[in-house]
Each structure stands twice: as C-alpha cells, then as structure tokens.
C-alpha cells in the first residue's frame, strides 16, 4: 500500500523522460494543480466531512491555483505519508509538495528536488506530556518512551536532544499520526513528540485534551514550506512569489475585502503588486492580475493563517516568530518591483 | 537419425526434413529462439538499468551503495534485532539497520510459522471432530479469521491489547516477581552467561545428535528383530541428563537478570526499569499473535482437506490388519495426508511472511518499518533500498519453498 508510491518512483524511473521542466505548462493544460497534502492536519491540510481540504498548506495550492487559473479551486490532492512525500514530488506524482515539510539541507540537495526558500511556518518541535506524570521540563524525561511517526526529521530531533543531554529513552515510530495520537492515548508512551504545530492540532483528537502539557522547550528549528522538483525554475518562482505576494499584501494592509479596491491606491507598491502598474506577472508567465486573483479569492498572509491555525481556531497558535518582520517575526516579503 | 524422425513427426512434411536441412531442425530451432530470447532479455536489462541510471541523474539524485556504511541517527525500539546487534545511535551504520530490519522480520515469521502449524493442525482437527462444540468452535474461529483482513486484526489486536493492559506503572504478576506484563511489555528474567557456558550448549547438540542416532539403530534392530525400544524416553532422558551434568560440572555458569518494578519516586520513573531483564514488546506479540491467527486459520482448512482426502477405505483397511486407532492415525492417515497438505502450507508460510511487512503499521521495527521507512526518508535511495528489501524477501520466500519441496519430497508415497 505505502511502497505504491516508492514502486511508483522506481517505475518512473525506468520509463518516464526526464520531461519535467514546464510544470506550467503541463499544468496549464491538464487544467488543474495537483497538490501534494498531509493525510489529515488540521489547520494546516485536513478535510471536511464533504472532503473539501482546508488550512494554511491547502491556501499555498489555492494561492497557485488562483494565480495561475484565475480560480482558487482548479486543484486535486494527494494525501501523502511523510515517507510517500519526496518519491511522489520526484517521480511526477504531483506537482508541488506544501505538506507541512521541514526544509533541511539533505531534502534541498540529495532528493531531487528543491525548496523555492519560502517558509509559509516557522515552526519547532515540541514534547506533549500527560500532565499527571508532573514533568515540568523535558530534561526531566530520562527513560521515558516516546511515540512518534517514521519518515520524518523528527526522529533524529529526539534522538540528538536524548542523546546530547545523556539521556536513554524508547522510541515508538508509527507510520501514520492517527495510529501514534492513539498509542499515546493508550497509554503506550510517556512523551508524545512533533512539530508544535502538530502537537496542537493532534491534540483535539485525544479523548481529553486538557489533560496533557506540552513542554516548554523546542528542540529544533523546522521552518516548514513547500517543494518542487529541481530543474523547474519557473515552477519554483511561481510558488516562491504566490508566497511573498501573500505576505506583502498583509505588510501593504491589502486583504480580500478591500483588493478590489484597492488597485486604485496611489501607493505605488500596491499598484505593482495588483498588477494595475508594470507587468510583473509576465515575467512568471501568468497574466498581470495574478497577485490580485491571489489575494481576493485566499486572502493575505495574515488572513489565513488567522483563518486556520490562528488563536481564534481550535488550535490557538499565537502569531509568535510567524508573524510579519514589522512585527518582530520572520516573515519577509521581497519587494516586488 | 532420430532428429530426423521427430522432424517428420512434428513438420509432418517431408521433403526437406528428409535432407536434413539444418533451418527445419527442431533442436536448431529450438535453441536459436532460446538464444534470440536470452539476448533480447539481457538487452532490456541493460537498457532499462542504463535508462534509470540517465533519469536519476537528469533528477539530480543521488545513487549507489555507499550509503550503508553512513551513521544512522535514529533510535530503533528494542527488540530481538536491536539487541543481537546491540544497536548504538551514534556508531550504528544504515548496514546494521538493515540486519536489524532481517531479524526481526525472521523472528516474527518463524514464531509465527510454528504457532501457526500447531494451532492450525489442532484447529482443523477440531473442524472434523464429533464433538459439537469443539467442531463449531473451530468453524468459527476459521470464518472469523479468515474473513477479515489481516491489517484490521492488526489494528484490532494491536489497540485491543493496548487499551486493556494496566499502565505503565502497574503491572500483572504472572509469575511472581520475576515475569509481569504490562502496556509497555511482557518482562521475564533475561539469562547471563558466563564463561563455560558453551560446553553445556554443545551438551545439548550432542544429546540431540544421540538421539538420531539411537533412533536409527534400534529402527534397524526393530526391522531385523521386530523388538521395539523406547527410543524417545530414552532420548528424552540424555537430553534432559546430559546437558544438566555438564551444566553443572563447568559450575553453573549462568545467572537470570530479574525485572526491576519500582513503585516509588517520580511517577515518571515507576514501572519497570528499562534495560534490567527482558521485555517483549505489545507490538511484537500483536504482530505475531495477528499473522498467527489469521494464517491459522487457512492452515486449519488445508489440514481438514488433507484428512478428507485419505479414503476411508484406507483406515478399515489398517484395521483388517489389526492395528490399532492411534497406528493407524500415524502410519496411515497423516502420512497420506501430509501428502495433500505440505505444497499449500508451503504457500501459507510464504504468505505469512510477506504478510509481516504489515507491521509497519503498528510500531513493529521489521524491515519495511525501519529500512524502507525510516533510512529511506533519511537518506533517500528508493531503488537502492526497494532492491534490498526485494532480495530479502525473495531470499526469504526461496529459502521456505526449498525447503517445504524436501520435506515434501520426504513425505512423498514410496511405491515398491
């Protein structure tokens, strides 16, 4: 079941032309994006019970969609394991990976494949406790079995912490996050471990979720953004600047209510960006409105991420490091001009 | 000439196959095609290694062997692999994951296959009991396991387990101190050796191989003199007697490592400590207990049709002869029966351990799990590591079927 898609990669291997330069066109002509999503995050990729996706990583595939079609919409995902993920993006499987994916330097260089540098979530990994084992920090942990899924950085995360402050522990890898959410609540582990994001949103689904900490510390960097295969430059900088359009719009104040009106600003800024001055999105190959089409029909930065993983949403993630440069966050728009 | 005759038979023409023309000879024929398919084979081969190897290069990936003798990052949960090659984040290599990945996939395939044999055997002699309640019984454990599948009783054994075993700082004695179970596992007395410990290991292969040939003697005596021996309690006896004396006239060098469960402290560290005795972990005896169950119950019906197959004529027969019903049931029934059984059980144990790579799903740290999945993600070389996991379990597939076909041929009727 899950080797399909490494079967699928060998078999892509053997046969397909290395064809895979012009993902817009091939795009452009299929008629819709396919789009590379986790099996079930919410806030950040999960569906409804109609199967409409929805979160911050969905709104990367719309924003592209939007940009490129003129519509938010004209995009099919593929629910993807953490192991699936990279030997579907390279074997041609999908045509762009916004799947709560860490960027490291191995998955830049060695895969294949090429992350265009935009981060859509600063995030870091967390520990989640159940708050009657009265553990305060994680160096108190010694010993402790820890659940986890495989195929993602965040095994060789705990392993360096556990290793480097001399401390033995279990580790429980399963492949999926449902079957570690219910070995944790089972009882299986003492320490459920991912990236803090994970952890608050895995966290609605245990039986109570009040009854469980996570700890204060972050024990690595994982700055998650979308992939795309290398060697596919106007691929990448499409979905580099559908990212820094979104953020630029957020730092120009320019939201889904008010684009419209304001491609008439006189802020020459704005006017670039919406495309009623220059010719900017020419140079990506798409028509000049495609920022405009972006944020209209999904919103700025900022309107997302308070749409889905916002502290109004179940999940209640704070803005923190997440929040625009302004503001004292990470998130930096380059100019468009 | 007799290439000539079958020319005649086969061509059913005949002037040029008369001549002996070499184009109409079947041999010739015959083995050009074969040649022209072996090169077109190799060809593809070639073409097909030479196209992958072009098309990872234009993806810019990365390719060959080397990888195994990098440093794995990752720890494994403890288990027989883990420990037979006492696995050490840090100095462990990618190599010794994937020996890790082999053991526990073998450990839980031959566990499995034993269990399975036996309760299989008893369960499909159940099927055919006379006995109501044994029979339903049986039929219906053989139309719930094999009706669902196998990753469903994964998944139910798996959290069923979980759910209803005490937490991990409690415990169920089932023997005193020294083994108590658990959600974390089940934990008994872990043996140290010391050393001269191998002269009693030895003691035990060589009551073994005195037992074979005691047992080869007295047949001989019994075909000669048709006086019987009781060879297996005889047996039974050095093997037990052997192996004891030795044991302790090197000093009893062994020492049983008990369990250590600490009801005090922080509640973290209560429960039993980890690395003192031994532990099974709930995912291994989920995995086995699934792929136990569910094969089971295939091997049930296949034993029940190889029963059937011995005609009922077979057993009057025997009794004509005057033997009684346990002769019978073991010098004729069973070993016609074996007959009709062994090529599908072959089948089954193969399946059986394929099925194991289901493990993946639950935490099990078999080949699948922690070569295909965990490596892979770190390293990335799927053709790589999907062609060793391959050659494992063909390896593994061959290695079963080879041996099934001389235990079958073993078993097969010898006609006089």
Redesign the interface.
């Known amino acids: 079941m899950k080797l399909s898609t490494v079967f699928g990669a060998a078999v892509a291997a053997f046969v397909a032309a290395p064809a895979f330069a012009g993902t817009l066109e091939v795009v452009k002509a299929k008629g819709f994006i396919q789009c590379g999503v986790s099996q079930g995050l919410p806030g950040f990729s999960n569906p409804d019970d109609q199967g409409n996706w929805s979160g911050l990583d969905v709104d990367v595939c719309r924003s592209l969609s939007a940009a490129v079609f003129g519509d938010p919409d004209m995009v099919k995902y593929t629910p993807l394991s953490a192991k699936e993920r990279f030997t579907a993006l390279s074997s041609g499987e999908i045509d762009v990976l916004p799947r709560n994916t860490t960027m490291t330097m191995t998955r830049d260089t060695q895969l294949g494949l090429v992350f265009p540098g935009v981060i859509n979530y600063y995030d870091g990994q967390g520990l989640m406790v159940p708050s009657s084992l009265g553990v305060t920090s994680a160096l108190e942990l010694d010993g402790a079995a820890i659940c986890t899924n495989t195929g993602t950085t965040t095994e060789l995360n705990i392993t360096d912490y556990f290793r480097s402050n001399n401390m033995n522990f279990e580790l429980v890898a399963f492949e999926k996050a449902d079957e570690v959410v219910a070995a944790y609540d089972a009882g299986r582990c003492d320490v459920y471990t991912t990236d803090r994001s994970g952890l608050a949103a895995q966290r609605l689904k245990l039986t109570d979720p009040e009854a469980h900490t996570v700890l204060p510390e972050i024990i690595s960097k994982e700055p998650l953004g979308p992939v795309v295969r290398r060697g596919d430059d106007e691929w990448a900088a499409i979905v580099r600047w559908a990212h820094i359009a979104m953020i630029n719009a957020e730092e120009l104040g320019v939201t889904s209510a008010n684009a419209a009106d304001m491609r008439n600003s006189d802020n020459p800024s704005i006017k670039r960006l919406l495309g009623s001055e220059g010719a900017f999105g020419e140079g990506l190959g798409l028509s000049n409105d495609w920022a405009f089409n972006i944020i209209s029909m999904v919103g700025n930065y900022g309107e997302s991420y308070e749409k889905h993983v916002g502290p109004d949403t179940p999940l209640k993630l704070a803005r923190g490091v997440n929040a625009l440069w302004s503001d004292g966050g990470l998130q930096y728009g380059a100019p468009i001009r | 000439m007799a290439q000539s005759d079958i020319a005649d038979q086969t061509s059913g023409s005949g002037s040029s196959a008369e001549k002996g023309s070499i184009l109409y000879d079947p041999k010739v024929r015959g083995l050009f095609f074969q040649i022209v398919l072996l090169a077109a084979l190799i060809a593809w081969v070639l073409w097909?290694r030479r196209?992958?190897l072009?098309?990872?290069e234009?993806?810019?990936?990365?390719m060959g062997f080397d990888f195994l003798a990098g440093t794995s990052?990752?720890?494994?949960?403890?288990t027989l692999g883990t420990w037979v090659f006492d696995y050490q984040?840090?100095s462990s290599t990618y190599w010794d994951v994937f020996l890790i990945g082999i053991v526990n996939t073998f450990a839980v395939a031959f566990l499995g296959i034993i269990v399975a044999t036996v309760l299989g055997f008893v369960m499909g002699v159940f099927r055919l009991s006379s006995n109501f309640i044994l029979r339903g019984f049986a039929t219906v454990y053989v139309e719930i396991f094999r009706n669902i599948p196998l990753l469903l009783w994964l998944?139910i054994l798996y959290?069923a387990v979980?759910?209803n075993l005490p937490?991990?700082r409690d415990k169920v004695a089932i023997w005193g101190e020294s083994v108590g179970l658990n959600?974390?596992g089940l934990y008994a007395p872990f043996p140290i050796t010391y050393e001269g410990f191998w002269m009693s290991a030895v003691a035990v292969l060589v009551a073994v191989v005195l037992w074979i040939i005691l047992g080869a003697v007295m047949k001989k005596r019994q075909e000669v003199t048709g006086q019987q021996f009781p060879t297996f309690w005889v047996g039974l006896g050095m093997l037990v007697a052997i192996p004891t004396i030795v044991f302790y006239s090197t000093g009893a060098p062994l020492e049983w490592e008990y369990p250590v469960f600490t009801e005090e402290g922080?509640?973290?560290?209560r429960g039993y400590?980890?690395?003192i005795g031994m532990v099974i972990?709930?995912?291994m005896i989920a995995v086995w207990a699934a792929l136990t169950l569910y094969t089971a119950a295939f091997i049930a019906e296949i034993v029940r049709a190889g029963i059937l197959a011995v005609p009922h004529g077979q057993s009057e027969a025997a009794g004509a002869l005057g033997l009684r019903p346990q002769p019978t049931l073991n010098l004729v029934v069973i070993p016609q029966a074996l007959r009709v059984i062994i090529p599908p059980l072959t089948s089954q144990y193969l399946n059986l351990t394929k099925n194991s790579s289901l493990a993946?799903?639950?935490?099990y740290?078999e080949l699948?799990?922690v070569f295909?999945?965990?490596a892979?993600?770190?390293v990335?070389r799927?053709?790589e590591m999907?062609f060793m996991m391959m050659m494992v379990y063909l390896f593994f597939s061959i290695a079963t079927a080879l041996f099934m076909n001389w235990f079958n041929s073993r078993m097969r009727l010898v006609e006089r």
Request: aromatic share 6%.
């Open positions: 097909v196209n992958t072009d098309n990872l234009a993806q810019g990936q990365a990052g990752f720890q494994i949960l403890t984040v840090g998944f959290f979980l759910r937490d991990k959600i974390t922080p509640v973290l560290r400590q980890a690395g972990v709930p995912e993946v799903a639950i935490a740290p699948v799990s295909a999945g965990t892979l993600n770190q990335g799927a053709l999907v």
